[in-house]
């Protein structure tokens, strides 16, 4: 599995973003597929995650400001992100869960909210 993550930028507080993560590969292998973000210093946060029965899951610092999706039978995720703060600023990385306990990272996105 290969993912490839894209649009990040830079948006002005209470701006929306859009990020997708493109898959290809073994794609029928993945039971669910995460957004991360990370902050230099700080742990590595799950903010949205979509299996492939489609259920979402989000934490409470995100909820109702991102939206995970999914479209062409999963082979791309989106991230729409509204409302964003500056303390929404990190590296963006998509995930993907596969079957035998294999995970396959995305390259990161810069996502920078300006204040």
């Known amino acids: 599995v290969q993912l490839q993550a894209s649009g990040g930028g830079l948006v002005q507080t209470g701006g929306s973003l859009r990020l997708s993560c493109a898959a290809s590969?073994?794609?029928?292998?993945?039971?669910?597929v995460g957004w991360y973000r990370r902050v230099p210093g700080r742990q590595r946060e799950l903010v949205a995650r979509?299996?492939?029965?489609?259920?979402?899951n989000y934490p409470d610092s995100v909820k109702g400001r991102f939206t995970i999706s999914r479209v062409n039978g999963g082979n791309t995720v989106y991230l729409h992100m509204n409302s964003l703060k500056p303390e929404d600023t990190a590296i963006y990385y998509c995930?993907?869960?596969?079957?035998?306990?294999?995970?396959?990272w995305g390259q990161g996105t810069q996502v920078t909210v300006s204040s």
């Open positions: 979509i299996t492939s029965g489609g259920s979402t």
């Open positions: 995930y993907a869960e596969a079957s035998r306990d294999r995970g396959y």
């Open positions: 590969g073994s794609i029928f292998t993945i039971n669910a």
